[in-house]
């Protein structure tokens, strides 16, 4: 099912027109309300008149999360506060959170995204929604459940926490969907084994998983334990919240709604935009929206952009799954790493958990990496060489795919908290002075 | 004849095993033998306790991981060379032991052993009129 076969199946060429229509439009608005991007443009002699169509996007200013924090709270927004119904910040990990606003405009807007996504992950009418994603603040949960209404599938606002609870309602109330972070589906599952919950008492089908990183093989391992498909949602509060792509049925690739959100990928140290198919920095410039547009925005996701046809008959372009953030990588003696990579070394192996935390340090001007697992009971044994067999062999694996020595070491289970939101995968403790 | 003994791991930081015998405590349940394997990154504790079944259900839940482990307590006379003794049945039986911790007090001295087949070693045992003891006994000592 398609939910907006007019944007979602639009030639390539009408898309590429309806899209500089729309940025011609929004820099009339951008340059004329907010200051900001007025005096960046200055700086480049742009003026509004000068944009004729989508090709002039390469030569406009970058936005970047900086450029929010600079502007804390409100002077990026692109109309008076009078017109803004709604306000979400993202949790700021360094620093001041980020702060967005939907004008009523923009709250239709999401919905109907919103719609598409659920939509395009089979979601219909008759599905109940057990919306897990945090409420609040967090765009999760409030975006979520606005496109189910649209939908028109029965939502469940149960939001995070109380994991037994949220159980037994999903049976109780026989939730088809359920929509939450990666990593607690992972935990929703684990606990459903602890409580040796009969998989069938549940009828879970479908699984809308986003806002972190994961891998292919912890897809593999969540579809197997909650027996549903999982599909892979994107968004980040900045551009709109969740909404910005999904998967469809088919599973390759997310399908960005480009009619309202453009997508780039650059080269994050030349800022030059990149050939088509090459894997860099994503970048979006939100052409429709009223309170917060934003041009260019550097997400600091890495990613590529796939335009073949998808199979489900969509023409919009996908994304590669997103596997990484430019400012997740850690570069450890010279070498990129990924907490991707790791995840996915202990997921194949399928004998420790994928519950991991990697802690860098420095001794003696050395970088060294260690990679705490946890050890699941299903893992555990009581002779100390399995254990320290397990050890070696985590440490082997990880050796041989990155290229660098790492330590290994076990750790009790549920070590590292499960977030609703977002989980602490690395502690850098480097002092880079 | 077959001892269910609990096994836990722990990472060597301070207090855990306080915790973990707190627990217990608390539960009512009571340990008749411990002992503990470390390594330089972590251990794991050994323990027969008064009820094996409701200790891994309630360390479970305080997010321990957990098993329990069929062990085997012989308990021989405390005199020089009757654990050789014992041994030696198992060693020409080709039965390896993969731990064991012992102790003895007055006439008795009682030896808690993981072999790596666990109902031969009963029975190679016993075909030696060696004593075990089962659970229940070893509890109520």
């Given at each position: ?48 008149e000068d ?14 999360k ?52 659920l ?55 026989g ?8 990593s ?5 599952a ?44 994107y968004g980040?509060?900045?551009i ?58 550097r ?88 254990l ?46 | ?39 330089s990154e ?13 200790a ?13 482990t ?63 003891m ?8």
């Amino acid at each position: 099912m398609i939910w907006n076969e007019k944007f979602e199946t639009m030639p390539g060429e009408e898309m590429r027109k309806w899209q500089g229509e729309k940025l011609r439009e929004m820099i009339e608005r951008i340059y004329y309300n907010v200051p900001f991007y007025r005096r960046k443009l200055q700086e480049l002699n742009i003026l509004p008149e000068d944009i004729e169509g989508i090709d002039d996007l390469a030569r406009l200013p970058f936005t970047t999360k900086e450029d929010l924090r600079d502007n804390y709270p409100y002077n990026l927004f692109a109309v008076p506060m009078s017109e803004i119904i709604r306000i979400h910040a993202s949790s700021g990990t360094t620093g001041k959170p980020t702060v967005v606003g939907y004008t009523r405009r923009d709250i239709a807007h999401w919905s109907e995204v919103v719609a598409r996504i659920l939509t395009s992950a089979g979601v219909e009418r008759d599905d109940y929604i057990h919306v897990a994603y945090g409420y609040g603040l967090f765009t999760g949960g409030l975006g979520i459940h606005y496109g189910s209404e649209k939908v028109g599938a029965t939502v469940i606002p149960i939001s995070a926490g109380n994991t037994k609870k949220q159980l037994q309602l999903m049976e109780d109330l026989g939730s088809t969907v359920l929509a939450c972070t990666p990593s607690y589906a992972l935990y929703l599952a684990e606990t459903i084994d602890e409580l040796n919950i009969e998989r069938d008492r549940l009828k879970l089908r479908i699984g809308i998983f986003g806002a972190e990183p994961w891998t292919d093989s912890m897809r593999k391992k969540v579809e197997e334990r909650l027996n549903i498909k999982a599909i892979d949602i994107y968004g980040l509060s900045e551009i709109i919240g969740p909404g910005v792509a999904s998967e469809c049925e088919y599973q390759e690739g997310l399908h960005i709604n480009e009619d309202h959100f453009i997508p780039e990928i650059i080269d994050p140290e030349t800022l030059e935009v990149l050939p088509p198919g090459e894997r860099g920095e994503l970048v979006f410039t939100t052409v429709t929206k009223e309170g917060l547009p934003l041009l260019r925005y550097r997400t600091g996701d890495l990613s590529r952009l796939i335009y073949e046809k998808c199979r489900c008959g969509r023409t919009l372009v996908r994304m590669e799954k997103c596997l990484g953030r430019s400012d997740d990588m850690l570069i450890i003696r010279g070498v990129n790493v990924f907490p991707s990579q790791i995840e996915s070394i202990l997921l194949e192996m399928g004998e420790t958990e994928p519950h991991y935390r990697l802690v860098v340090d420095r001794e003696n001007n050395l970088d060294i990496l260690e990679v705490q697992v946890e050890v699941g009971d299903q893992f555990f044994s009581d002779e100390i060489k399995k254990l320290e067999q397990l050890t070696a062999k985590i440490r082997r694996n990880i050796e041989s795919t990155l290229g660098i020595s790492v330590k290994v070491k076990l750790v009790e289970p549920k070590t590292f908290e499960r977030y609703e939101g977002k989980t602490l995968r690395v502690i850098d403790r480097r002092k880079l002075d | 004849m077959i001892i269910k003994q609990l096994s836990v791991f722990l990472e060597n930081k301070a207090g855990r095993l306080t915790e973990l015998t707190g627990i217990l405590g608390r539960a009512g349940i009571n340990m008749t033998a411990l002992s503990i394997a470390d390594t330089s990154e972590f251990g794991i504790i050994r323990t027969v306790v008064s009820d094996p079944e409701k200790a891994l259900q309630i360390l479970k839940e305080h997010n321990f991981s957990v098993s329990l482990t069929d062990v085997v307590c012989l308990t021989t006379p405390n005199k020089p060379g009757a654990l050789a003794r014992a041994l030696e049945i198992l060693s020409v039986e080709g039965i390896s032991i993969e731990y064991m911790y012992a102790f003895s007090i007055g006439e008795e001295a009682f030896i808690i052993m993981k072999t790596e087949d666990i109902n031969r070693t009963i029975q190679v045992l016993k075909e030696n009129d060696m004593h075990l003891m089962k659970a229940a006994e070893l509890n109520n000592k």
